[in-house]
């Protein structure tokens, strides 16, 4: 359905610059599924890809508050959170959960105070962790950075995509100190189409817009368009968010019950496309075993040495795939640790 709509779209007199905001279809249909009062139109602006929205805001931020940018994030860290502080060289710390992925509220405001942090990446369900902050863990954060005037940007881009629970989406804080990066390329598997958007006050909306103007510009009008007339259709839409999720969740439950079986200690997740784990007590280099997986059996994973450096020993698998290939890859993947 979603491909019809773009081949309709490609024959039709679309093929001029987007206006900057974004198409007005394709907003109005971002606000209304985020299902919640204080969400429209105009608290949306359509980027290149949840990665513009991310670095978009951290732009707009980093000469609202005259280059100085004291990041946090929780570890571990999905690389456009630690780039970004990288690129315009600001200080950037990581916040580190227990070892059952659980923190203390109190301890975790205790040092955005203590370290002077003005900006905190959050996201639920995460990357490469896919771990859904709770309703409380939520407000309470959106509360104290509402508070001490410390800006919060939620990474809702895998909110569909959960397990078991709907993660809980603290809308209602939408502020100028609370703000949301969301994307429609991982819930409709469009990732190349690159269509991403931001949530937040209007007046941010259009102050961030003169940023935008110089920087993406504008998405892709037919690819815009496209999706806007296929969202409009929220069945056909809701019903493919049902069908990918139950297959992403199938394929984690399994994934998890054949790598724990075979040696590995996977990580608990309850949401997202991704599935980290630690490799059996005989391997020490995750970046090692990664090389030589790739090279003997063509099977990809990411070393957790790329998201922490206490995470030498993991690999991160995606699970999106169709279920004939992500058993073929364990197989392999299983096969290869046993040697």
Known sequence: ????????????????????????????????FCHSDVISASNIMITNGGTEAISLIYTYLYKKLNHRLNVMTFAPVYESYR???????????????????????????????????????????????????????????CTFCNKNQIYLVIDLVYKYLFYNDKPYLPYQALS????????????????????????????????????????????????????????????????????IRTKVSSNFTGAYARLNSAGFKCAPAQGGIFLCAMLPNYFTDGFDFACELYQNTKVAVVPGIHFDENWKNYIRLNIAHPSVILDEALQQLIRFSSR
């Open 83 to 141: 780039e970004l502080p990288k690129i315009f060289d600001n200080s950037f710390s990581i916040f580190r959960y227990d070892n059952d992925y659980n923190f203390e509220l109190p301890s975790f405001f205790e040092q955005l105070k203590r370290r002077k942090i003005n900006l905190v990446f959050l996201a639920t369900p995460g990357n490469p962790l896919g771990r859904v902050f709770s309703e409380n863990e939520l407000n309470e954060i």
């Open 176 to 243: 100028e100190y609370v703000i949301f990066a969301d994307s429609f390329s991982k819930q409709f598997s469009i990732t190349g189409w690159r269509l991403g958007y931001v949530i937040a006050p209007a007046q941010i909306i259009s102050e961030m817009a003169m940023v935008h103007d110089y920087t993406g510009l504008s998405s892709p009008m037919p690819l815009q368009s496209a999706l806007g007339k296929y969202l409009s259709n929220s069945n056909d839409a809701m019903q493919y968010l049902n069908e």
């Open 1 to 32: 359905m979603l491909l019809q709509c773009l081949i309709e779209a490609s024959t039709t007199n679309v093929h001029q610059y987007a206006p900057g905001l974004g198409i007005e279809i394709l907003r109005k249909q971002a606000a209304e």
